[in-house]
């Protein structure tokens, strides 16, 4: 069966980093676009990046263009968000999803992994 199962949030300081993870299995992982998409408390679900199958293009919402970083593995079916000066506002729940397209949208989800940017 298909999962998707999220890693390495945490607490970090404003201005921090840190990398996220999601171990995807029961599929041909290679085949798929991935997407990150996150929910802030109190708030409804945000896209933040995607990356797709062909030649690895990658895109990004504004409110994280050049500081995230979204990238794959497709050798060991891992899904990666590194994350560059965290802000408060960036403080949510992110899950890794399977995208099977425009009319179909999205799949798969992991439970989500907590990422918290506090001083």
């Known amino acids: 069966q298909v999962q998707l199962v999220e890693s390495g949030g945490g607490l970090v300081q404003p201005g921090g980093s840190l990398r996220v993870s999601c171990a995807a299995s029961?599929?041909?992982?290679?085949?798929?676009?991935m997407n990150w998409v996150r929910q802030a408390p109190g708030k409804g679900l945000e896209w933040v990046s995607a990356?797709?199958?062909?030649?690895?293009?990658?895109y990004y919402a504004d409110s994280v263009k050049g500081r995230f970083t979204i990238s794959r593995d497709n050798a060991k079916k891992t899904l990666y968000l590194q994350m560059n000066s965290l802000k408060p506002e960036d403080t949510a729940l992110y899950y890794c999803a399977r995208y099977l397209g425009y009319y179909s949208g999205y799949d798969y989800w992991g439970q989500g992994t907590q990422v918290t940017v506090s001083s």
């Open positions: 990356i797709n199958t062909d030649d690895g293009s990658t």
């Open positions: 029961g599929f041909t992982f290679s085949s798929y676009y």
